[in-house]
């Protein structure tokens, strides 16, 4: 079960001692700083046979399946060939209007909104002390 700011519970409802650290630590950051972090961070998909990214199409349009583990592709996919990059590289690469989904079947999937993340950026780069968002969409 899931705690509020991203803790696991444990039995008999405690938090580990690193989720506890991991939450006072993104609790702290400026959001220039969650951005950067952001950007950094790992993802995993399951590798077409081209190159590139294996886009669903969906009734909301087209969409990409990522997972911030290896153990969560393979609960997805199963046994699959398979790539991992940053959501910096995911920002440049994956084309305009396919969406990201994040985490499918995990307890807290989220859309990864890649243009929110593209404007950030872009602010960013013109006014470094701006404090933009994440691009995550929770809805």
């Known amino acids: 079960m899931s705690m509020n700011g991203g803790g696991v519970e444990q039995p008999g409802g405690r938090m580990t001692l690193t989720d506890l650290v991991r939450q006072e630590t993104v609790g702290r950051m400026s959001a220039a700083e969650k951005f950067a972090a952001a950007r950094e961070m790992r993802l995993y998909f399951q590798r ?70 593209r404007e950030v950026e872009t602010t960013e780069d013109r006014n470094p002390r701006n404090d933009g968002g994440l691009g995550v969409d929770q809805s």
Do not use: H, K, Y
């Not at 046979?49 to 294996?54: A, M, R, T």
């Open 48 to 117: 077409p046979e081209q190159p590139g990214f294996l886009v669903s199409q969906t009734e909301a349009g087209p969409l990409v399946a990522l997972f911030t583990s290896v153990e969560g592709l393979a609960l997805f996919a199963g046994a699959c060939a398979w790539a991992s990059t940053t959501v910096a590289d995911i920002m440049e690469l994956l084309p305009d209007g396919v969406r990201a989904l994040v985490d499918p079947l995990g307890e807290r999937p989220f859309l990864l909104n890649v243009e929110a993340l």
